[in-house]
């Protein structure tokens, strides 16, 4: 079965400082890797995802986040976090084309000014 | 654009009662998926509806059931709420074969 792997359930950073958030998944085959943000009372939001091709994914706000097969990792960078980017931000994997989508834990970014 | 819609945001139902959460897909996606979000927790899926048909199913209670209707909206109907039920639940669409889920804002249940 897949699973995805968060580290860090909360995460700080400054504004204007580097974001890093990590993301490891499990599975026999590369799956279809996402990132979801959620802020507080609202639905998910997608922001990125890697589907076959370039490695480094590019999404919105600024957002970017590398496949690498041999880590098993799809971490989520930002190179200058905003005040705007407080978050909960989910890693989330598909297996197939219309397939469920399987979470990670979650992962809380403050950002402090 | 339009998006994902669902009905109601918020219910508040008594534990034993029943509720129906109603979700409205983007026009033109045929494919609705149902996850449920506790306090905290990640959200987990719990079923999907691909042209209207169920084409997966994930933990979901047996006092829950689910149907997609000829115009692809779905209901999400939950039987004999228990307090654990309180949680917000989503809906997403897609279109056919495409990977990209779009999630509506969810509907918060809160089980007294």
């Known amino acids: 079965a897949q699973s995805v792997t968060q580290l860090g359930s909360h995460v700080s950073v400054s504004e204007g400082a580097l974001v890093l958030l990590r993301c490891n998944y499990s599975?026999?085959?590369?799956?279809?890797l996402f990132w979801y943000v959620q802020y507080p009372n609202q639905g998910l939001q997608l922001l990125l995802k890697?589907?076959?091709?370039?490695?480094l994914v590019k999404g919105i706000n600024g957002f970017e986040a590398e496949f690498k097969k041999s880590e098993t990792s799809f971490h989520l960078t930002k190179p200058s976090a905003h005040m705007s980017d407080a978050a909960e931000y989910f890693c989330?994997?598909?297996?197939?084309?219309?397939?469920?989508?399987?979470f990670g834990a979650g992962t809380i970014l403050r950002v402090k000014s | 654009a339009a998006g994902v819609i669902q009905s109601p945001r918020h219910l508040i139902k008594e534990k034993r009662e029943t509720a129906t959460l109603k979700c409205y897909p983007i026009?033109?996606?045929?494919?609705v998926y149902w996850y449920q979000q506790g306090p905290g927790q990640d959200p987990q899926f719990l079923i999907s509806?691909?042209?209207?048909?169920?084409?997966d199913k994930g933990s979901i209670p047996d006092r829950f059931s689910a149907q997609q209707f000829s115009d692809y909206h779905s209901e999400l109907n939950m039987s004999s709420l228990e307090l654990g039920d309180s949680a917000l639940y989503f809906c997403?669409?897609?279109?056919?074969?495409?990977?990209?889920?779009?999630f509506g804002p969810g509907t918060r249940l809160t089980v007294l």
């Open positions: 997403a669409s897609s279109l056919g074969s495409f990977i990209e889920q779009f």
């Open positions: 599975s026999s085959v590369p799956p279809y």
């Open positions: 890697y589907t076959t091709g370039a490695t």
């Open positions: 989330a994997v598909s297996m197939e084309y219309g397939n469920k989508l399987v």
């Open positions: 026009p033109r996606h045929d494919t």
């Open positions: 509806f691909y042209e209207k048909m169920q084409s």
